[in-house]
């Protein structure tokens, strides 16, 4: 089974405060030139997308610097939604699970609040610190939230981010994960927009659910 995991983007849909709404235009139209065209217009971190290390990280690197393996892998859907902190004891808590995965992904509840203004008030779970870093070391590709941010949305900081670009890890944020809360058999494909230089970029996410045998996990 393949279920997509993203949201679709339009003009009316919610960006993050101070970023231009996405603009999508005909370039050319059916009854003149006798095919479609849409010309489009957004910024790199649109709906749901991934973050590069060089988001935040004078050093990092960009999504078109990394190999496509990155992108892809198997995933575990932790249902955070009645928490607002995710602390390293309840990571630990998951009996090694995280260890034996690709990626980690939080189901925080706020998928709901989209497309309204909701959808970037604070409140949704997000890892601190010593668990930001104990997702480090894991050894993960990349961390999935269903909010806006892997951060408070209130931060001028965001540790989060930058303890996961340090350990070379994408985020992937704005995710649909409602419909596979809880889950820990799939195998997700997160695939970005390969342009140049690129600190982020849409993604189309999905996943593939099938049971993993125990060689598999091996």
């Known amino acids: 089974m393949i279920l997509d995991l993203t949201h679709t983007i339009s003009q009316e849909m919610p960006v993050y405060p101070g970023a231009p709404t996405p603009r999508l235009f005909p370039a050319a139209r059916l009854d003149q030139h006798g095919y479609r065209e849409t010309q489009i217009s957004m910024v790199s971190h649109t709906g749901t997308h991934m973050d590069a290390p060089s988001h935040m990280l004078e050093t990092g690197s960009t999504l078109d610097e990394l190999p496509v393996s990155q992108f892809c892998g ?55 610190e010593e668990a930001a870093k104990y997702l480090v070391s894991c050894g993960l590709k990349g961390v999935g939230t269903d909010a806006i ?51 982020g970029a849409s993604v189309r996410a999905v996943a593939e659910i099938r049971d993993f045998t125990e060689k598999e996990m091996e």
């Open 74 to 128: 198997r995933a575990v859907v932790l249902d955070v939604s009645d928490r607002d902190t995710i602390t390293v004891e309840y990571l630990k808590a998951q009996n090694g699970l995280l260890r034996s995965v690709d990626f980690v992904l939080f189901y925080t509840g706020w998928e709901k609040r989209w497309p309204t203004n909701d959808f970037f008030a604070d409140g949704f779970a997000v890892p601190d």
């Open 149 to 199: 941010s892997i951060d408070r949305v209130s931060t001028e900081t965001f540790p989060a981010h930058k303890i996961f670009m340090e350990g070379g890890m994408v985020i992937i944020e704005c995710m649909c994960l409602k419909k596979v809360a809880g889950r820990s058999d799939l195998q997700l494909f997160a695939l970005p927009l390969k342009y140049e230089n690129s600190d």
